[in-house]
């Protein structure tokens, strides 16, 4: 069986095509710039060089086409026709209470789907437009929404819960959701295949690196909590999100600044973590550069990575007492893959805890499906494994599809 996997973004389609019998990626690519001018398409199939076509995209229906003709393109393409696609799974980021697990494309779902709005402001309705969009194309395929959300869901209550009315909690159902899940799915489950144990007999902490980044605490399998909460504003420090500030705070700011709700949410999400600390930088490369610079410059490029090593730290502190006994530390994203650096700082200090790193083996890049950098003591095996989120979803709808 083959499945497509599509991810949109408002102005955006990401889609792979995995063939389910050897988890091969077959093709994958970007439409970008949706609706916008100067829209393109990248594709690049398995073997192949990467390719940029221009291309005019009014819509999603029109990035869904040109995905479509370049799959089953004689050259760049690797099928003969749509029908060879046995599933979509399609990637929705927010699933608040209304959807347990993955769930099957049909009128009611897509109905329900509208109600989490709200919950995933930017991404839910462009998830939407990509269903709406893919029906039209492709009428009889069955498709399947797979929720960030879902691995977190099976967090207690006393995770979960923010300390508010409950009556509240259970009226507007505002409480922490978590986001990353299938990010933290792939690389516990990878880590236990490493391992060679069963995931049920595991108590695992997953650090999911990025531009955005969250922590969850793993136990047997299951998440029972993790940084991120309402939306992915809150946790650790990220590359423009401010990650967890008292409430209080950011009424004072916005009165001292001037500002609305909607633009002090602005400012929390996009001129804050790494960018807001460091005077405009959010990406690993530029700070690690800067640092090298000196001077006021280097000092605050300095200040944004050593607050956010020490705000990861904080996180893997809490989850080790959440879980009692930790097994294993998996990093995962880009700034885990590619800055060894970061890890090292994370977890230093912790050897009293049975937690140590190989330095040596801690390398800036991760080119193996799993980097073991465990210290030659260290009763913790610490773990990179670059993130899969997309098989994830292949592997999800094609359970919901077939029912294995
Ligand atoms: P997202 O998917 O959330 O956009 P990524 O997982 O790609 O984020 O991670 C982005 C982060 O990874 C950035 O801080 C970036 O600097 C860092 N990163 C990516 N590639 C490299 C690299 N080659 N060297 C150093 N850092 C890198």
Redesign the pocket.
């Known amino acids: 069986m083959k499945i497509l996997v599509l991810n949109a973004g408002s102005s955006s389609l990401k889609y792979q095509l995995i063939d389910m019998e050897s988890e091969k990626v077959l093709a994958k690519g970007n439409a970008d710039r949706i609706g916008i001018e100067g829209s393109f398409c990248k594709h690049k199939k398995d073997g192949g060089e990467e390719i940029v076509k221009s291309v005019i995209l009014k819509d999603h229906k029109d990035a869904i086409e040109v995905i479509m003709s370049l799959l089953v393109d004689a050259e760049q393409g690797c099928i003969k026709s749509m029908d060879e696609i046995g599933a979509v799974g399609h990637r929705v980021v927010a699933s608040g209470e209304y959807f347990k697990e993955p769930t099957l494309v049909t009128e009611e779902s897509i109905e329900r789907l509208k109600k989490t709005f709200p919950l995933g402001p930017l991404h839910n309705p462009a998830a939407y437009t990509g269903v709406m969009a893919c029906r039209e194309v492709m009428p009889s395929t069955p498709m399947v929404l797979v929720f960030d959300t879902s691995f977190h869901l099976t967090m207690p209550e006393v995770a979960y819960l923010y300390n508010i009315k409950y009556e509240d909690y259970k009226q507007y159902s505002v409480r922490r959701y978590g986001a990353h899940g299938t990010s933290h799915k792939f690389v516990s489950g990878k880590a236990a295949e490493y391992l060679g144990k069963d995931p049920k007999d595991l108590n695992i902490i997953t650090c999911h690196l990025?531009?955005?980044s969250s922590i969850s605490a793993v136990k047997g399998g299951k998440c029972v909590d993790t940084s991120m909460g309402f939306t992915p504003l809150a946790g650790v420090c990220m590359?423009t999100r401010s990650g967890d500030i008292d409430a209080s705070a950011v009424q004072f700011l916005a009165n001292q600044k001037g500002m609305d709700i909607n633009q002090i949410l602005t400012y929390l999400n996009k001129e804050s973590g790494l960018k807001g600390l460091s005077g405009g930088f959010?990406?690993?490369?530029?700070l690690?550069e800067n640092v090298e610079k000196g001077g006021e410059t280097g000092r605050r490029a300095q200040l944004a990575l050593d607050k956010f090593a020490y705000d990861c730290k904080k996180y893997v502190g809490a989850y080790m007492a959440v879980l009692g006994r930790v097994d294993c530390i998996v990093f995962t994203?880009?700034?885990s893959?590619?800055?060894g650096f970061i890890i090292n700082q994370i977890l230093e200090g912790l050897e009293p805890y049975g937690i140590s790193v190989d330095k040596e083996k801690n390398t800036?890049?991760c080119k193996v499906p799993v980097k073991d950098i465990t210290g030659k003591d260290s009763k913790v095996k610490i773990l990179v494994i670059p993130t899969n989120e997309e098989l994830v979803i292949a592997r999800e709808t094609k359970e919901v599809v077939t029912g294995k």
């Open positions: 990025g531009n955005g590359g959010s990406d690993f490369r530029d690690r994203a880009g700034i893959e590619w800055n800036d890049s």
